[in-house]
């Protein structure tokens, strides 16, 4: 495919013309796009964009960002010229208006949206206030997003007036829509689990990882109630962080422990026009790994102190009762359930001199 750069931009602007997309209504076929990026990037911010004369107007977003942005807020010629996925590195961090407030947003990257002829117009992109790269595999994931943009592009122009469809999907609509399929190979590949939420906290789509870490059968919980099928979590604080999100239309990142499968969750859901997405994966062996560092981090401080209190000549009573302070709760449990037998050691007067030994 030739690719049309912008120096052609009175062309460039009747083609954008010609597709009557600029102020239309919102459309939850880009919404589902802009949230998979925001999904497979890790990124609290995603958009959708379409480049006019002087502005980018936002047709999809995920995050608190205006509708109407400055044409010059990003590098387009630049992005443009990449034709791939353009990166913020080696460039001064971003700064926009985000939920109302100015933040500093040291990654940004897109990639340009063309039409099926070469005319580039508009991009998709991602912003974080972390700054790091985007991966191969997120980059790649990316340009296929953008790809689908184009093929939804075409879909609107050739149905003039755009057709009203839903934007959520089953399984068996990708079947039939194939530009569908390819987004949920997209959300099949991704090796954590996440699954979307509508307003009502009803299931609309459950990914195979997630089936495996909930041990729950993904038909059976489409269109279900979460609080009525996880009734454990209802007083927890995934309840708490996932209203937080959708009432207040932020990203929330919190880790918890679900007792009911013992295992520890990372969680990141994203609030989108339809309800929530949500992205979690099973941290447990780091969370043991952090436990266990601790641990050794607590008697090594414990031995320290009961050192010096030998070295000072203390009794055994003072030694217990620096274990029974400590920080560390398996510690102070195990030598508090045998308290009895620390008093008995500290009324019989032992110490570290006189020729006894202390444990």
Same mark, same amino acid.
């Given at each position: 495919?030739?690719?049309?750069l912008?120096s052609n931009?009175i062309?460039?602007?009747?083609?954008?013309?010609?597709?009557?997309?600029?102020?239309?209504?919102?459309d939850?076929r880009?919404?589902?796009?802009?949230f998979l990026?925001a999904?497979?990037?890790?990124a609290p911010?995603?958009?959708?964009g379409f480049?006019?004369?002087d502005?980018l107007?936002?047709?999809?977003?995920?995050?608190?960002i205006s509708?109407e942005?400055?044409?010059?807020?990003?590098?387009?010629?630049?992005?443009v010229?990449q034709?791939?996925?353009?990166?913020?590195q080696?460039h001064?961090?971003?700064?926009?208006a985000?939920n109302?407030?100015?933040?500093?947003?040291p990654l940004?990257?897109a990639v340009?949206?063309?039409?099926?002829?070469?005319?580039?117009?508009g991009?998709?992109?991602?912003?974080d206030d972390?700054?790091?790269p985007?991966?191969?595999s997120?980059?790649q994931?990316?340009?296929?997003?953008s790809?689908?943009?184009?093929? !939804?592009?075409d /879909?609107?122009?050739? @149905? &003039?007036p755009?057709?009203?469809?839903?934007?959520?999907?089953?399984s068996?609509? $990708?079947?039939?829509?194939?530009?569908?399929?390819?987004?949920?190979k997209?959300?099949e590949s991704i090796?954590d689990?996440?699954f979307?939420?509508d307003?009502?906290?009803r299931?609309?789509?459950?990914n195979?990882?997630?089936?495996?870490?909930l041990?729950?059968?993904?038909?059976?919980?489409?269109?279900?109630?979460l609080w009525e099928e996880?009734p454990?979590?209802?007083?927890s604080?995934f309840?708490g962080?996932?209203e937080?999100?959708?009432?207040?239309?932020?990203?929330?990142?919190?880790e918890?422990?679900?007792?009911?499968?013992?295992?520890?969750l990372?969680v990141?859901?994203?609030?989108?026009q339809?309800?929530?997405?949500?992205y979690?994966?099973?941290v447990?062996?780091?969370?043991?790994?952090?436990a266990e560092? !601790?641990?050794? /981090?607590?008697?090594? @401080? &414990?031995a320290?102190?009961?050192?010096t209190?030998?070295?000072q000549?203390?009794? $055994?009573?003072?030694?217990?009762?620096a274990v029974?302070?400590?920080?560390?709760?398996?510690?102070?449990?195990?030598?508090?359930?045998?308290?009895?037998v620390?008093?008995r050691?500290?009324n019989a007067?032992i110490?570290?001199?006189?020729?006894?030994?202390?444990?």
């Open positions: 495919m030739t690719i049309l912008p931009e062309q460039r602007l009747k083609i954008l013309a010609q597709y009557q997309i600029l102020d239309t209504p919102p939850t880009f919404d589902d796009l802009a990026a999904q497979v990037c890790q911010i995603a958009l959708i480049v006019d004369r502005r107007w936002v047709k999809a977003k995920v995050g608190n509708n942005l400055d044409r010059q807020l990003l590098p387009w010629d630049e992005i010229a034709q791939g996925v353009w990166t913020s080696g001064p961090p971003l700064k926009m985000v109302g407030t100015s933040q500093t947003l940004y990257a340009p949206i063309f039409t099926s002829d070469g005319y580039a117009l991009l998709m992109g991602v912003m972390r700054d790091r985007l991966s191969p997120q980059q994931a990316l340009q296929a997003l790809r689908q943009v184009t093929a !939804l592009l /879909s609107h122009r050739d @149905t &003039l755009a057709s009203d469809r839903n934007g959520q999907f089953s068996e609509e $990708a079947i039939a829509y194939p530009s569908n399929l390819k987004i949920v997209i959300l090796t689990a996440f979307t939420l307003r009502q906290w299931f609309t789509y459950l195979s990882r997630a089936e495996q870490i041990l729950r059968n993904r038909k059976q919980l489409q269109n279900t109630h996880f454990e979590l209802a007083n604080t309840r962080e996932f937080r999100a959708m009432s207040r239309q932020v990203t929330v990142h919190f918890e422990f679900y007792s009911l499968l013992s295992i520890w990372e990141k859901a994203y609030p989108y339809e309800g929530l997405s949500v979690f994966r099973d447990t062996t780091r969370k043991q790994a952090e560092l !601790l641990e050794r /981090s607590y008697l090594s @401080t &414990l320290t102190e009961v050192g209190i030998l070295v000549g203390g009794n $055994a009573s003072r030694y217990f009762r029974c302070k400590c920080d560390c709760p398996r510690i102070r449990y195990c030598w508090r359930e045998n308290l009895a620390c008093n050691f500290a007067g110490t570290s001199s006189g020729g006894s030994t202390v444990l």
